[in-house]
Structure formats: C-alpha cells, structure tokens
C-alpha cells in the first residue's frame, strides 16, 4: 500500500507560512537533494492555497510527470483540466488512492488538509524540515484537534540550520 506523506517546511515556532501566506523565510539549502525527494512520489496533494502557489512556481520546476490531486470547493474542473479535483468526500477518494499501486502520496503544504486526514487515520508520516526562524504569527503546522501520538523515524540537522525529522504517525486504538 502507498503511504500518505505530510512534507512540509516549518518556522521553529510552529507556522508553514507567514502572516500573510508568505514563504520567503524558507532556507535554501543545496544539501537538500529535490530530485531525490520528488522521485519518492508520483502523487502530489493539496488543497486550494497551495496549489495556487505551486501552479504559479510549478513553470519553473521540471515536468516529473507527478498527478496533481487538489482538494477544493471553489475551483472548477473545467478551469483546471491537468489536475484532479476533490470537492467532496475527500476522505475516501484519499484512501482509495493509498490502495492504489504506485508509489508514495506527497501531502504537500496545508495544515487544514493534514488535519482532515490525520483525523481520518489516512496519515503515515510526518517530514518536517524546521527552519531556522521564528515567525510569530502565520499559518499553523496543524489546526486544533485531538492529540496524535508519533514515533521518530530519523533526523538530521544541515549545515544551514535546518532541522530535518521524519515521524511515522502511531495507531491509535479505537476511542
């Protein structure tokens, strides 16, 4: 079975954009290797916000041949024909496509979405690339919601600061 991946880069105090949806804060780090992390996936999902950033940023990037999955009420599929678009139940489109073969589903950005999924036990992993900078205010890593118990997989710090960590999400018995 794919597993869903939550990758996302975070401020050390907790936020994955800044008051105003920015992301010039996210450190550049040539000891990050891109092309090796996108070939772990050939799926990217994300909700509306996100996909506007990466569609803009996504001429600058190397056709890799990754589906775009976004999850959206107010986009129309007939204004978007190359994603795919997920208006309603989510949930099981997304566990549907975790059956699929493939490889793995990159959850890329979005703290509501995450918290949608993670509640719905969809969730595998946590990748977090913590950054070196307090924010003080922005978009949160994760909305309010029950508490998620994890187990550390691996970290590594780079020489730029940043804070590499991968967790893998626990199962919770049933409440």
Do not use: C
């Not at 056709?63 to 309603?88: A, F, M, Q, Y």
């Not at 549907?96 to 036990?121: M, S, T, Y």
């Amino acid at each position: 079975m794919r597993r869903l991946r939550y990758g996302v880069a975070m401020s050390l105090d907790g936020f994955i954009a800044g008051p105003n949806g920015e992301y010039d804060w996210i450190v550049h780090d040539p000891a990050i290797d891109f092309a090796a992390m996108f070939a772990q996936y050939d799926t990217l999902l994300m909700g509306r916000r996100t996909y506007e950033i990466a569609s803009v940023r996504a001429a600058l990037w190397p056709d890799l041949g990754h589906r775009w999955i976004v999850v959206s009420r107010t986009l129309k599929p007939e204004e978007h024909p190359n994603i795919t678009l997920l208006s309603s139940d989510f949930a099981e489109a997304v566990a549907a496509l975790k059956a699929q073969l493939g490889k793995d589903i990159w959850l890329f950005g979005g703290g509501i979405l995450f918290r949608h999924l993670l509640d719905a036990r969809l969730m595998d992993t946590v990748e977090v690339a913590v950054m070196p900078v307090l924010l003080g205010s922005g978009t949160p890593l994760l909305t309010e919601g029950r508490r998620q118990l994890l187990q550390l997989e691996e970290s590594k710090a780079l020489p730029s600061g940043i804070l590499l960590v991968s967790y893998s999400i626990k199962a919770i018995a049933a409440e």
